[in-house]
């Protein structure tokens, strides 16, 4: 059902704009960039949701972040994100929003540790005034044989 609504591809400049207003809403700073920016496009390929991946230097991908627009959310969008970049990267970190926990766990998330996480992705949490109310969680999972 999910393929019929949306499809995959990666971020176009002509996406910026739906992007920049979802991290807005969701509280985020605008991406740095479209590089390795997977967005979910409905049939008249307007973005309903995107996936950014930010690498270690170790090469390990992490997730920061995905973002779902709120009249998409429960149709799979999320998982879809998710698992296409978890199917090409292997294994996926990231740290989740006190309120997405369950969404990851329910995707076979376990929680990590904080130095399992990229400097990069924690400086955000690092920073952040409302860390004590959003209650971020380092999660990560990798690619189970047979999956």
């Known amino acids: 059902m999910a393929e019929e609504l ?3 591809r990666p971020a176009v400049e002509g996406d910026r704009e ?5 991290t807005y809403v969701e509280g ?14 409905n049939a008249d390929d307007e973005c309903v949701g995107f996936l950014r991946l930010a690498f270690s230097d170790a090469g390990v991908a ?12 429960g ?9 296409d970049a978890l199917a ?11 309120k ?3 969404f990851y766990r329910a995707l076979g998330f376990a929680e990590a540790t904080w130095e399992d996480i990229a400097p990069g992705v924690t400086e955000d949490c690092d920073n952040c005034d409302a860390r004590e ?3 971020p969680l380092p999660m990560v999972r990798a690619e189970r044989k047979g999956e």
Request: aromatic share 8%; glycine share 8%; with cysteine.
């Open 6 to 8: 949306f499809t995959l």
């Open 18 to 22: 739906l992007i920049d207003r979802y």
């Open 28 to 41: 985020m700073d605008s991406l740095p960039s479209l590089e390795n920016v997977i967005v979910a496009a």
């Open 62 to 73: 992490h997730v920061n972040p995905v973002v779902v627009y709120s009249a998409w959310r």
């Open 75 to 83: 149709y799979g969008v999320g998982r879809a994100l998710v698992e």
């Open 88 to 98: 090409r990267c292997g294994e996926l970190r990231l740290v989740a929003r006190g």
């Open 100 to 102: 997405s926990i369950p």
């Open 133 to 135: 109310e959003c209650g």
